[in-house]
């Protein structure tokens, strides 16, 4: 920790400062600059208090810690990039991996032509929502465990893995049986217990960003993955709430390269929750790949006009295989591939 004093603090209220520290475990070392007095405190702080309470004392300016709170996910614990794998993918190498599908899994047949599809246009994964964190009780909650054999019976058929929402601690297992990648909502980002019973299948997690999400909130998010022997993590920026009205969310694509220097994890962006129209789906994506993004999770449906949750924001199979093509050469300036259509 560094304690930074008030200017013209008095020889006694430092030296209190000071026992204070070594009262509570820690090694100071005092730095007097021309303005004011800075001190390192050492020690390990999963072992003694936390000196954060120095704050409140009337001669300290400020209590900074020296490190990073995010540990285990943050680039200077681990340098090289972390890849996520998923049965034949590896997602944060230097393959583009974009994941499609319905918002929620409705039908048999409209998860079916939407995965054959999908796959078709060189998607690597297939998402869709069988447990839904809908805003109001009276909208479809999703198809619980009808939903998940129907993404079981599409894996099956196009051979892609499935990932799909893990919404409540009381699905765990359930989920984790059907999924091969676990996503953590939104609404759930910080919710810290479904996290960490997420972590202990030992599945790869995507973490949505939360609606009103700090990124080092969210790095902390992804540490509690980590600190439970599961370091197969995904962060996933899918818009932030802020007074702009035109987008349902506003997406932060500056989280993308931020992401990218704070941690050696995958980043994946969501264009569909992230902006709320179809219409700006293709720029999104087009941008965060640009800006590095690993991956992209893009919601398609059949028929949008007629979908039960997000149809304003779901690409038609038509729509998907456009963007696919577009994505191509951006792919390639930065350096990464994309599976051809009809590679599968
Ligand atoms: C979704 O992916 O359909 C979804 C509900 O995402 P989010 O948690 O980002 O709102
Ligand atoms: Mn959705």
Redesign the pocket.
Known sequence: MIIILKSKVSKKDEKAVLNEIKRLGYRPHVMHGVARTVIGAIGDETRHPTLEALRAWPQVESVMPVQKRHKLTSREANPENSTVKVRDVVIGGPELIVMAGP??VESESQLMTTAHAIAKSGARIL?G?AF??RTSPYEFQGLGEKGLKLLAKARRETGLPVIT?LLSEDHVELVAEYADIL?I???NAQNFQLIIAAAKTGLPILL?RGLSMKIEEWLLAGEYVLAHGNRQVMF?E?GIRTFETYTRNTIDLAAVPILKKETHLPVVV?P??GGGRADLVAAICLGAVAMGADAL?I?VHPNPREAW??GAQQLTPAGFADLMAGLRPVAGAVGRTLRKPDAG
Request: aromatic content about 0%; charged content about 45%.
């Open positions: 918002c929620s998402r929502g839904k964190p929402e996503q909502g939104a609404r949505k996933c899918r969501d569909s929750q999770l919601e949750s997000d």
